[in-house]
């Protein structure tokens, strides 16, 4: 049970992030029509000191849902597991991680300035820059038991064709979780997304063990990204969780 000063602090919290809602929706509105890497890694930059308020303040799930799907494979992945979470921005998915028990965690990401949030958290063994898609991932063959990228695939962000690359750092039946949008805008993505995702599941690379869609993904930015009577809570756009296996 929480004590009366603890619940007084949750409600504050939560009362400032709502006070902020609108210019968070403008903020990250702008981001979403970003479709260069450039600008949306300067935009990234500008954003970190308050990145976390703000997917606060946007009910942001991702993160979570993607470290649950993670952690619910079978066999489990054991806590000495050695994960990657590739652009790992201020260290969301880090946090998830950690609080449930899992420390081997190696970070990369394409601002330098979320990376230095990121530091400032102190999850991980190590951080890396790296702009995917444009680099390889500075990390040897078959290094990681398993390898996240939330919240990064869409455009202007990490291009599809970087995912073979998570592959390549992936130990033989290693798990790779990835994350996209489904709101409307996102969508031509999607489609291109899982074309790439199906075509290394055909040649071999790796099996699909989830793909799991979510109503509730966080708050759209426009009432032209709410898909109808797909949450019981006005005002959220969706998305999808993807867990793979990779093959020996």
Known sequence: ?????????????????????????????????????????????????????????????????????????????????????????????????????????????????MLEQARIRGLYRQLSLCTLGQEPLPSPEEAFDAVLMVGALSDGQVPCTAIPELLRVTKPGGLVCLTTRTNPSNLRYKETLEATLDRLERDGAWARLVAQPVDCWELATSTLEVVPGTCAKDGFISGIIYLYRKRG
């Open 1 to 113: 049970m929480w004590a009366w000063g603890q619940e007084g602090g949750v409600h504050r919290r939560m009362a400032q992030e709502g006070g902020r809602l609108p210019e968070v929706l403008v903020r990250v509105g702008a981001s979403h029509c970003i479709t260069d890497l450039a600008g949306k890694l300067q935009f990234y930059d500008h954003w970190a000191p308050n990145y976390d308020q703000d997917v606060a303040a946007l009910q942001y799930r991702a993160p979570s849902l993607a470290v649950d799907c993670l952690t619910q494979a079978l066999p489990p992945l054991p806590h000495t597991a050695l994960i990657l979470d590739v652009a790992c921005g201020t260290g969301l998915v880090a946090a998830e991680l950690q609080a449930r028990g899992f420390l081997q965690l190696h970070g990369v990401d394409g601002s330098p300035k």
